[in-house]
């Protein structure tokens, strides 16, 4: 049978508080129980997410698996004790640490990129990986590199970009491609913009390639639209809601698109950057460090950042 999260973790909470109940002695530090009642690993996939449950003596309280769905996390873990949560960055995480901050838990993001332990395991698997996170974030929420998860209106916002980015993406693809099947059969195509390419190749296509290439060309020019509409709803976007993209934006060569992209990329919490240096390291703009005895390496930047 399942066993009940909720039951497991109290009756473990219960035993620490009693441990944890040391009398006050004159001119001796008491450590102070900590603010949740145990810690949990989330191996979160795209159906089903894994949990391992540890009480505050790191020992394994239960495990198990939900659905990767809202209301099956909230019967999981709404209404219980405070616990340290542990999952990492990916496609579910942002919502899924909004619900549990929203529930009472403390949620710890981990960056995959410092979590090796996971990724490059030989016994990687679901359960597995649930058991590590919680191990990890037992021991210390350091070592997980706790990344900060954008807020809902700022992941929103940036979904606009990145839509904008795919339509662009893939209407290269398709002009290279176009390109390169004419290319096959020895003519080319007139130079020109990606703006006037479709008219353009609608007028140089061969006969033979016409049956084949006028959808794609019909393709292109419908997400040349598509991609100015975008263009406009990032300018409206950026003007109305992200004043301080204006002072951005009078940088030579600096337009609405990579001005908004800038301020939702660092809006979170522009606080935490002390010094002006340290949004470039975010970024991924800094050298790659790789330091040995009197070694010291000049390397490339690490592009660690948000693309």
């Not at 997410?49 to 709404?78: I, M, N, P, W």
Request: hydrophobic letters at 40%.
């Amino acid at each position: 049978m399942k066993k009940n999260i909720s039951r497991s973790v109290e009756m473990k909470a219960t035993a620490v508080e009693r441990k944890a109940g040391v009398r006050n002695a004159p001119g001796r530090t008491v450590r102070q129980p900590p603010d949740y009642q145990a810690v949990v690993g989330l191996d979160v996939g795209d159906r089903q997410t894994h949990y391992c449950v540890l009480d505050l003596d790191g020992e394994l309280a239960v495990e198990g698996a939900v659905a990767t769905k809202e209301a099956s996390l909230r019967v999981q873990f709404e209404g219980k004790a405070r616990m340290r949560i542990a999952l990492e960055a990916g496609t579910h995480s942002p919502w899924i640490s909004r619900l549990l901050l929203e529930l009472g838990h403390d949620v710890i993001v981990a960056n995959p990129r410092n979590v090796r332990m996971i990724s490059a395991s030989d016994s990687k698997n679901d359960p597995a990986d649930a058991r590590l996170l919680a191990r990890l974030a037992h021991v210390g929420p350091e070592l997980l590199s706790p990344i900060q998860q954008r807020s809902e209106k700022t992941q929103v916002d940036l979904a606009l970009v990145r839509a904008r980015d795919v339509a662009v993406q893939s209407r290269t693809k398709i002009v290279n491609a176009v390109r390169g099947i004419v290319k096959s059969t020895g003519l080319r195509l007139p130079s020109s913009s990606t703006l006037t390419f479709a008219r353009k190749a609608k007028d140089a296509c061969p006969k033979v390639l016409r049956s084949a290439l006028l959808p794609l060309l019909r393709v292109i020019e419908e997400l040349t639209r598509e991609i100015e509409l975008y263009e406009k709803l990032v300018t409206k976007k950026a003007d109305t809601e992200y004043p301080e993209t204006k002072a951005i934006r009078t940088i030579y060569g600096v337009g609405p698109l990579t001005a908004l992209a800038f301020v939702l990329v660092l809006n979170n919490d522009r606080g935490r950057f002390q010094r002006s240096r340290d949004v470039g390291c975010y970024i991924g703009l800094r050298p790659k460090q790789r330091e040995s005895g009197q070694r010291a390496p000049q390397l490339g930047i690490t592009k660690a950042g948000d693309p």
